[in-house]
């Protein structure tokens, strides 16, 4: 991430137990804040390289086992990927993204 990114801020990691596909390992977790005048579009770009350069398998099983998962959560104090926490309501998330800094308000707009 820092050989894309300038600006980079990581939270603590933390576990979650796997959703969807219930046999596999607890997933490890972390918030990562990015500064960057790329457009969304790039950065989205950038993750799907990063997954790539730590060698993610796609597989058919959507909540399958993965080396790396990388989601774009909020862009520019708004909203962007509502089926990450939706679907998974990751716990800790929330705290998670409050106590980097994110609005309170879009934080109550990514959970519902």
């Known amino acids: 991430m820092k ?13 979650t137990n796997p959703a969807g596909f219930k046999k596999q390992p607890d997933f490890l977790n972390a918030v990562c804040r990015v500064g960057s005048s790329k457009s969304i579009r790039r950065v989205k ?14 597989i058919k099983v ?17 909203a962007v990927n509502k089926s990450v926490t939706a679907k998974y309501n990751l716990p800790g998330l929330r705290q998670v993204l409050i106590k980097d800094g994110a609005p309170k308000t879009v934080v109550k707009k990514v959970f519902g």
């Open 3 to 15: 050989n894309f990114f300038k600006k980079i801020k990581f939270s603590a990691n933390f576990k």
């Open 45 to 58: 770009s950038i993750l799907k390289k990063i997954e790539g350069l730590l060698e993610r398998k796609r």
């Open 62 to 78: 959507k909540s399958g086992p993965r080396t790396i998962d990388l989601d774009l959560i909020i862009w520019n104090k708004k």
